[in-house]
């Protein structure tokens, strides 16, 4: 047993040293394999150094060689531009001697224009004097003399002359202003509804008038209290009447009758309920009122809190014509006359729209609707040109820019024309009749008619007692009467009439 592990440990010690050696014999034989390598990769890393340079320097002589012949080509350059300069230099040279000749040239000349000049002087004078000693005055008087007698010639000529230019210049003006009112006129047209002071409501049926009286009247105290309109209950079948002289008033009464109506509950809390709710929409539907208004003329930059306002105007009337309406109706109507006089159609338009917007301020605001107006506009940062466009509408302001006489225009033309305004029919003919007697009153006035709906007087004076001056004054005196006395929208034309007959018998 001994001997046999001693066997195995001497062929294991045997085979440890063979081992060893054939590792050893591997790694020599791996060694001389990589230093071969080695030294193929360093001959060619040699070689292809040896290229670049070559490639290197094969470059650099080509690059040389090209700055060579360009810098011997701008040698070149610099040698023919070198050889300019030296001529223009000649030339100058050349030309400054021209000059200096020419320059003592002209200087002789002019010395000896000079001379002259003074001998023809001299002889004008020696001319003068013997002429002033001979005519008997002097050249001042006889330049005098001379031009009173052809003002005198020519005075009358010259009077004619000047009446007919500014007669055809004033009929030239009057022509083009109204050709070009009545091109504006023609293209706009709306329809005008005269304003009441009361507003029917048609009830589904004839039991709902006791449901809106109640019990002892409370439910129509109520309605009547918080809504501040009168309701008409009469014998009319299944119609009601609301009255009152505020649109606004009278539109707040009717949301809130059809509001209860469709509840079917009408009692003092549900009607309270209702005016509340009523109010809010009411206030809505002002601003959508306001928001059409500037969409209509193409208005996008407004604020809402102008347009809030503007939409109050639709519940607001002037002589029966609904203010909104008219303001609508302004801004196209300007808009077209500043395009037709190459003015600024977008300021005239918003200065049309907004002319009475004071008007939809409550009355116990202190100013008049013009003041108001500026004021909020200011407030609400809207352009000034706008402003002074609006602010001379009634003549309060003067006229700064000239879209205020088209905005001014404007209104004239639209509360003016047949069916836009409606007075009462007694103060109508009042109106008329006071125009008339104020006319009358005045001495030399034979009669007086009031025309076309009382926007003009025609005056007839007696010739006699009347002259052409007269008449013009007597013009002006009637106007500023009517203007004291007389309140009246839009103007009146006062038309002074001085007819002269001469009469005789052939006998």
Same mark, same amino acid.
């Given at each position: 047993?001994?001997?046999?592990?001693?066997?195995?440990?001497?062929?294991?010690?045997?085979?440890?040293?063979?081992?060893?050696?054939?590792?050893?014999?591997?790694?020599?034989?791996?060694?001389?394999?990589?230093?071969?390598?080695?030294?193929?990769?360093?001959?060619?890393?040699?070689?292809?150094?040896?290229?670049?340079?070559?490639?290197?320097?094969?470059?650099?002589?080509?690059?040389?060689?090209?700055?060579?012949?360009?810098?011997?080509?701008?040698?070149?350059?610099?040698?023919?531009?070198?050889?300019?300069?030296?001529?223009?230099?000649?030339?100058?040279?050349?030309?400054? %001697? /021209? +000059?200096?000749?020419?320059? =003592?040239? &002209?200087? $002789? !000349?002019?010395? #000896?224009?000079? @001379?002259? *000049?003074?001998?023809?002087?001299?002889?004008?004078?020696?001319?003068?004097?013997?002429?002033?000693?001979?005519?008997?005055?002097?050249?001042?008087?006889?330049?005098?003399?001379?031009?009173?007698?052809?003002?005198?010639?020519?005075? %009358? /000529? +010259?009077?004619?002359?000047? =009446?007919? &230019?500014? $007669? !055809?210049?004033? #009929?030239?003006? @009057?022509? *083009?202003?109204?050709?070009?009112?009545?091109?504006?006129?023609?293209?706009?047209?709306?329809?005008?509804?005269?304003?009441?002071?009361?507003?029917?409501?048609?009830?589904?049926?004839?039991?709902?008038?006791?449901?809106?009286?109640?019990? /002892?009247?409370?439910?129509?105290?109520?309605?009547?209290?918080?809504?501040?309109? #009168?309701?008409?209950?009469?014998?009319?079948?299944?119609?009601?009447?609301?009255?009152?002289?505020?649109?606004?008033?009278?539109?707040?009464?009717?949301?809130?009758?059809?509001?209860?109506?469709?509840?079917?509950?009408?009692?003092?809390?549900?009607?309270?309920?209702?005016?509340?709710?009523?109010?809010?929409?009411?206030?809505?539907?002002?601003?959508?009122?306001?928001?059409?208004?500037?969409?209509?003329?193409?208005?996008?930059?407004?604020?809402?809190?102008?347009?809030?306002?503007?939409?109050?105007?639709?519940?607001?009337?002037?002589?029966?014509?609904?203010?909104?309406?008219?303001?609508?109706?302004?801004?196209?109507?300007?808009?077209?006359?500043?395009?037709?006089?190459?003015?600024?159609?977008?300021?005239?338009?918003?200065?049309?729209?907004?002319?009475?917007?004071?008007?939809?301020?409550?009355?116990?605001?202190?100013?008049?609707?013009?003041?108001?107006?500026?004021?909020?506009?200011?407030?609400?940062?809207?352009?000034?040109?706008?402003?002074?466009?609006?602010?001379?509408?009634?003549?309060?302001?003067?006229?700064?820019?000239?879209?205020?006489?088209?905005?001014?225009?404007?209104?004239?033309?639209?509360?003016?024309?047949?069916?836009?305004?409606?007075?009462?029919?007694?103060?109508?003919?009042?109106?008329?009749?006071?125009?008339?007697?104020?006319?009358?009153?005045?001495?030399?006035?034979?009669?007086?008619?009031?025309?076309?709906?009382?926007?003009?007087?025609?005056?007839?004076?007696?010739?006699?007692?009347?002259?052409?001056?007269?008449?013009?004054?007597?013009?002006?005196?009637?106007?500023?009467?009517?203007?004291?006395?007389?309140?009246?929208?839009?103007?009146?034309?006062?038309?002074?009439?001085?007819?002269?007959?001469?009469?005789?018998?052939?006998?």
């Amino acid at each position: 047993m001994d001997l046999t592990w001693l066997i195995y440990g001497g062929l294991l010690f045997f085979g440890a040293i063979a081992g060893y050696f054939v590792r050893q014999s591997l790694a020599a034989r791996q060694a001389n394999s990589l230093e071969q390598k080695l030294k193929v990769q360093v001959e060619q890393a040699k070689n292809e150094a040896r290229e670049i340079i070559l490639q290197a320097k094969d470059k650099a002589a080509a690059l040389f060689e090209t700055v060579q012949k360009e810098e011997k080509e701008r040698k070149i350059q610099l040698s023919q531009l070198e050889q300019r300069l030296f001529k223009k230099d000649e030339d100058l040279a050349k030309q400054n %001697k /021209e +000059l200096s000749v020419r320059e =003592q040239s &002209l200087k $002789k !000349e002019s010395e #000896e224009l000079e @001379e002259v *000049k003074t001998d023809v002087g001299k002889t004008r004078d020696r001319a003068l004097t013997q002429l002033e000693k001979i005519a008997g005055f002097t050249t001042k008087e006889a330049r005098e003399q001379l031009l009173k007698q052809i003002e005198d010639e020519n005075h %009358k /000529e +010259l009077a004619l002359v000047l =009446q007919k &230019l500014e $007669k !055809e210049r004033r #009929e030239e003006i @009057e022509k *083009k202003g109204l050709d070009v009112i009545t091109t504006a006129l023609q293209r706009y047209a709306r329809s005008h509804i005269s304003e009441l002071t009361t507003t029917s409501f048609l009830l589904p049926s004839e039991e709902l008038k006791g449901k809106i009286i109640g019990r /002892e009247g409370r439910n129509i105290r109520t309605l009547e209290r918080l809504t501040g309109a #009168e309701i008409i209950i009469d014998e009319s079948p299944e119609i009601i009447t609301i009255s009152s002289f505020d649109p606004m008033r009278r539109e707040l009464t009717k949301m809130v009758l059809e509001k209860l109506i469709k509840d079917g509950r009408i009692q003092p809390a549900k009607i309270e309920e209702k005016v509340e709710e009523s109010r809010q929409e009411l206030n809505k539907r002002i601003l959508e009122l306001g928001e059409a208004a500037a969409y209509e003329l193409g208005i996008v930059d407004l604020p809402k809190e102008i347009l809030q306002i503007l939409g109050r105007l639709h519940f607001r009337t002037s002589y029966g014509q609904n203010v909104l309406a008219h303001s609508v109706e302004m801004a196209h109507i300007a808009g077209m006359l500043a395009v037709e006089l190459n003015l600024n159609g977008e300021v005239a338009k918003k200065g049309a729209l907004l002319h009475d917007l004071g008007k939809a301020i409550d009355h116990e605001v202190p100013g008049t609707h013009v003041e108001i107006g500026r004021r909020l506009l200011k407030k609400y940062g809207v352009d000034e040109r706008v402003i002074k466009a609006m602010e001379a509408h009634h003549e309060e302001y003067p006229y700064s820019i000239p879209e205020a006489f088209v905005v001014t225009t404007a209104d004239v033309l639209s509360g003016a024309r047949p069916g836009a305004r409606r007075d009462s029919l007694e103060h109508y003919f009042k109106r008329l009749t006071d125009l008339e007697k104020i006319a009358t009153t005045f001495p030399g006035v034979q009669t007086a008619y009031a025309l076309s709906a009382g926007r003009e007087i025609r005056v007839f004076v007696v010739p006699e007692k009347i002259d052409d001056f007269g008449a013009l004054q007597l013009a002006k005196e009637i106007a500023g009467r009517i203007q004291s006395e007389l309140k009246y929208p839009g103007e009146i034309k006062v038309n002074v009439i001085r007819e002269v007959r001469a009469v005789e018998y052939a006998r």
